[in-house]
């Protein structure tokens, strides 16, 4: 199995677990915060989403889904487009109302097939590439992919997680 493979596959389990958490939800299912303050599926799948669409569209050089393929307008949320999620608020995680599981694992969708058209055109010597300089030590390609793969496992599990209790 070459990297890109591995990287492939593991990108494929996000979105396996995404459409598992989210599919067939309404838009109530969706925003349901367990104890009224937890991250709901809708926050929980666009954030992890969003993470993913910036960190690799960075990588890549390419421009994000979420801006550039009109994405931000069919969602309609009160933030900048450039907002990922990282370090809202709760107030911030209710203001994230999704109107249907489909639209959410539609913006998934889209961004997992770009994210898994260019994990799959790397070679084992690309990942080296130093593409944040801003910690130290500098962040590889391939720490960067480990971290947004680890990142959105989390929350997709948090989201299967707070399906299961509905």
């Given at each position: 199995?070459?990297?890109?493979?591995?990287?492939?596959?593991?990108?494929?389990?996000?979105?396996?677990?995404?459409?598992?958490?989210?599919?067939?939800?309404?838009?109530?299912?969706?925003?349901?915060?367990?104890?009224?303050?937890?991250?709901?599926?809708?926050?929980?799948?666009?954030?992890?989403?969003?993470i993913q669409d910036d960190h690799i569209a960075d990588a890549a050089g390419t421009p994000?889904?979420?801006?550039?393929?009109?994405?931000?307008?069919?969602?309609?949320?009160?933030?900048?487009?450039?907002?990922?999620?990282?370090?809202?608020?709760?107030?911030?995680?209710?203001?994230?109302?999704?109107?249907?599981?489909?639209?959410?694992?539609?913006?998934?969708?889209?961004?997992?097939?770009?994210?898994?058209?260019?994990?799959?055109?790397?070679?084992?010597?690309?990942?080296?590439?130093?593409?944040?300089?801003?910690?130290?030590?500098?962040?590889?390609?391939?720490?960067?992919?480990?971290?947004?793969?680890?990142?959105?496992?989390?929350?997709?599990?948090?989201?299967?997680?707070?399906?299961?209790?509905?």
């Amino acid at each position: 199995m070459t990297s890109a493979q591995l990287l492939t596959d593991a990108f494929g389990r996000i979105r396996e677990t995404v459409h598992e958490a989210a599919g067939g939800l309404t838009a109530d299912q969706l925003a349901h915060r367990v104890g009224g303050r937890a991250n709901s599926i809708g926050w929980l799948v666009w954030h992890l989403t969003r993470i993913q669409d910036d960190h690799i569209a960075d990588a890549a050089g390419t421009p994000q889904v979420w801006p550039g393929d009109g994405w931000a307008d069919r969602f309609g949320l009160p933030f900048d487009p450039s907002d990922t999620g990282y370090g809202h608020t709760s107030a911030e995680v209710a203001a994230v109302r999704v109107e249907s599981a489909d639209l959410l694992t539609g913006y998934h969708d889209a961004v997992h097939e770009r994210t898994a058209e260019y994990v799959g055109s790397l070679a084992d010597g690309d990942l080296e590439r130093i593409v944040d300089r801003a910690w130290d030590p500098p962040v590889t390609l391939g720490v960067r992919l480990v971290s947004v793969i680890s990142d959105d496992l989390q929350h997709a599990g948090q989201a299967a997680f707070v399906r299961g209790l509905l």
